[in-house]
């Protein structure tokens, strides 16, 4: 590494993975974390070095923010997104780290195309850990090559958007992947029952003239999935992961609660909006409000923040979606699912979850990064102790800012969250050493 | 400025034919207390204040004004309708099939010298692939000033509304909303003295137009609620009069949720239960391909949901007998009760056309001051 030290000064240093929540400056050094010391104690270090300063005065120094759901729309689709543009928007939400889903055209279903994205040709501004397709095409048919996929550098497997449906298929992935120590990771829809929906099913979907996908549409999923991990316990003694890609409501929740009782090994996301926003905001069918899973009842989203708030949610996610102006302006129902995510997420976690629900910052911090890592067991990743690798994000959680789509870094501006003002606004952020996003 | 859109005072002046319920509140200071129900939709200031879109965002005073406006357009001479708007440009952009709907629009917009264009999906670009918004805007250039949608997508009005700016006049979108359907009804339903008794005119409309217009009164909407926009307008509309609107169908299709969509809402499963509370019992068109793919047994459902003669005279003999069209004779109703003495359906075809003018003089009317209240 040929980039300069970076001496971090004067802010509050919060790292879930540690415990520390206080004051200490903080020097990277080589794209890792070479020194954590009390204020001043690394003044020596300015004149020998002759490091980077940042001054963090008053400002909050977190672990960089890693977001396990998003979609970068290369290869394929790069009219919506590239993986040098995907990774901007990311590093201006203050995410060091991203794992992207592998529905792209094609599909990535193998080592090379994984290999690919990681490529230091597709410009990535921060870390890209691929998702590959859980089967073939995501055909749900016939399984990939975990291993190979693995060793390629993906971090999971998903058919995301393509929920695997058959029960022996979905075994053979569950068990498959616990030998490639991999989790799956499973959009929870029955698209048996979706067909034609593009909203949550309720009386605001009867009112808008809208069909609306049902709570059992996604329970159904995550309660069969669980069933099968279960089973595949009791079979084989084996100990696979299922995370349950973001939830969004009550019932797969309680499904979720249950298995982790049970000691299964489960974990779940949920998106921002899924706890920011309901179903009401569809009435004016602006498709900017739709995705899949849908915005669903007030209930649900509340359940949502209890999910969080209780630790039964393990990791906040964005499903970063994007898509071009011409195709969200389709009608409502034509629409493609999805939103853009990665610059409103921390402003949306602080403003509904901290400010709202007094949440911790370090609570915060853990859903947006720590646990993450720990899902997808990014080593060193998701903490901030000397010699893992210098991920760092530096925002100001007592301020506030006004999210322009227009702005956005990202190459789709498929946002409801224009024009909202959100606290938290990200300062710099740092991946492995370099600065990738700074307004210092 | 048309003069139909001003001449409030005028129509106050004619002789009194306000009587019942006691109430001679007249005008303007009864405007403002007659909000009724209102479901706000958020942004409504980016639509042009002369789009129709849906019932749902009408206040008690807007629906006065087009029921006003509507009789007196009707009440005009053929000469001085057709000056209402001398050379305005309106487009008829049609992605489905439509007899009533199209060509009342169509009438009414060239009895008030209003010139239309037909745009419809099967013989347009719209065919090639042309978006909604590209064609929206195709026609503004092309000096449509306003723009009368039917569309399968629900929304699509809204949407079309605020890509080209254009008052647009929502002709049926999806399942979601048919207001001037619903409009024509409510002036189909006074007509026949439902909630007022005594004839029928813009001062009528004006002051008697109240949250309790239609108190107490019943109107049962039969059928495919979950499929039918027709209901849903009316649902939303009624109430707002102080109707109560009770839905009536089997489950699959009129879902337990259906309830919700607005105050004074309800549902009576047992058709013969509905009917002999009703004061106006509305059928709606059954399509036998929807209840064969929800397997519904066809003779089943006419046994249960059938308006036949029998069941009418047994349950409801007085009821006005109305259908948003086209009908299915034999299915939802038999040809005895569409053309018996209770039937208002051909009654409500006639008041399309004055309702359609109105909406057209509303939206295309240019300079009129908004009322106080009447929009935000």
Redesign the interface.
């Given at each position: 590494m040929s980039e300069k030290p970076i001496l971090i000064r004067g802010g509050l240093l919060i790292d879930p993975a540690s415990g520390i929540e206080a004051n200490h400056d903080i020097l990277l050094r080589d794209g890792l974390v070479a020194a954590i010391e009390k204020p001043g104690a690394l003044t020596g270090v300015i004149q020998h070095e002759q490091p980077e300063l940042i001054d963090a005065c008053d400002l909050t120094i977190a672990p960089g923010l890693i977001d396990i759901h998003v979609h970068l729309r290369e290869p394929g689709q790069t009219h919506k997104e590239t993986i040098s543009t995907g990774t901007r928007a990311a590093a201006a939400g203050g995410y060091s780290t991203v794992c992207c889903m592998p529905n792209t055209a094609p599909v990535n279903d193998t080592a090379d195309w994984t290999a690919w994205m990681q490529a230091p040709e597709r410009d990535g501004a921060v870390r890209v850990h691929p998702i590959a397709a859980a089967t073939v095409s995501s055909m749900g048919e016939e399984l990939t090559d975990y291993a190979a996929l693995r060793d390629a550098g993906a971090v999971g497997v998903s058919d995301d958007g393509k929920p695997i449906l058959g029960d022996e298929i979905m075994k053979a992935a569950l068990y498959a992947a616990v030998s490639a120590g991999l989790p799956v990771i499973q959009h929870a829809e029955d698209t048996r029952l979706t067909g034609g929906c593009s909203m949550n099913a309720g009386p605001v979907a009867f009112r808008l003239g809208l069909r609306g996908m049902t709570v059992e549409s996604e329970a159904a999923i995550v309660e069969r999935d669980i069933r099968l991990l279960a089973e595949i316990e009791r079979e084989t003694g084996e100990h696979p992961h299922l995370h349950v890609a973001h939830i969004s409501t009550a019932r797969a929740l309680n499904a979720v609660k249950s298995a982790k009782k049970q000691g299964l090994n489960v974990t779940c996301e949920v998106a921002p909006h899924h706890f920011a926003l309901t179903d009401e905001s569809v009435g004016d069918y602006d498709a900017n409000y739709k995705m899949n899973p849908p915005l669903r009842a007030d209930v649900d989203r509340t359940a949502m923040i209890e999910g969080l708030l209780d630790g039964s949610i393990d990791a906040i996610a964005t499903d970063h979606a994007p898509h071009a102006e011409h195709e969200k302006e389709q009608e409502f129902e034509r629409a493609p699912n999805g939103i853009t995510g990665l610059e409103t997420a921390l402003g949306l976690a602080l403003k509904l979850l901290h400010r709202q629900h007094k949440m911790p910052l370090s609570r915060v911090i853990n859903l947006l990064s720590t646990q993450p890592a720990s899902i997808l067991n990014l080593a060193g990743r998701g903490g901030l102790v000397v010699g893992a690798p210098a991920n760092v994000v530096i925002f100001d959680p007592n301020a506030e800012w006004v999210f322009r789509s227009r702005r956005s870094r990202s190459k789709s501006k498929n946002t409801p969250f224009d024009g909202w003002r959100l606290p938290g606004p990200v300062h710099c952020t740092i991946c492995e050493g370099r600065v990738v996003y700074s307004v210092i | 400025m048309p003069e139909s859109v001003t001449n409030t005072k005028r129509a106050a002046k004619a002789p009194g034919l306000l009587s019942n319920s006691g109430t001679t509140a007249i005008g303007k200071a009864n405007k403002k207390s007659t909000q009724g129900p209102v479901?706000t939709?958020?942004?409504t200031d980016t639509y042009h204040p002369g789009s129709l879109l849906s019932v749902?965002s009408l206040n008690l005073s807007d629906i006065s004004h087009i029921l006003q406006l509507a009789f007196e357009l009707d009440s005009f001479s053929v000469k001085r309708r057709s000056k209402q708007l001398e050379g305005r440009r309106t487009a008829l952009l049609f992605y489905e099939s439509s007899t009533r709907t199209r060509t009342s629009f169509e009438l009414a917009a060239k009895q008030l010298g209003a010139t239309t264009t037909l745009v419809s999906d099967k013989s347009s670009s719209i065919e090639k692939g042309e978006?909604?918004?590209d064609t929206g805007l195709t026609l503004r250039a092309l000096g449509a000033e306003c723009i009368i949608l039917r569309?399968p997508?629900?929304?699509?009005p809204?949407?079309l509304a605020r890509?080209t700016g254009l008052p647009v006049l929502n002709a049926g979108?999806?399942?979601?909303?048919h207001p001037t359907q619903a409009l024509l009804d409510l002036r189909t339903m006074l007509a026949n003295g439902i909630g007022y008794k005594g004839p029928v005119n813009a001062r009528t409309y004006e002051g008697h137009l109240n949250p309790t217009t239609l108190v107490k009164k019943n109107i049962v909407i039969v059928g495919d609620i979950?499929h039918s926009?027709v209901a849903?307008s009316n649902a939303?509309l009624l109430p707002k009069l102080g109707a109560n609107v009770i839905f009536c169908g089997p489950e699959e299709l009129l879902?337990d949720?259906?309830a919700?969509?607005?105050p004074g809402v309800s549902i009576e499963r047992d058709f013969n239960a509905a009917l002999r509370s009703a004061d106006v019992v509305m059928m709606l068109r059954i399509q036998k391909e929807r209840l064969a793919g929800l397997e519904i047994d066809l003779n089943e459902y006419i046994a249960d949901y059938q308006l036949n003669q029998t069941r009418l005279a047994a349950h409801a003999p007085k009821a006005l007998v109305m259908h948003p069209g086209p009908i299915i004779r034999g299915l939802e109703l038999t040809s005895e009760v569409a053309d018996g003495p209770q039937s208002a359906i051909e009654e409500q075809v006639r008041h399309g056309v004055a309702i359609r003018m109105a909406a057209l003089v509303r939206a295309l009317g240019g300079k009129k001051k908004k009322t106080k209240g009447e929009r935000k």
């Open positions: - | 479901i939709t958020k942004s749902a978006s909604l918004k569309h997508s629900s929304g699509a809204a949407q890509f979108d999806g399942p979601h909303e979950l926009r849903r939303l879902p949720h259906a919700q969509i607005g």
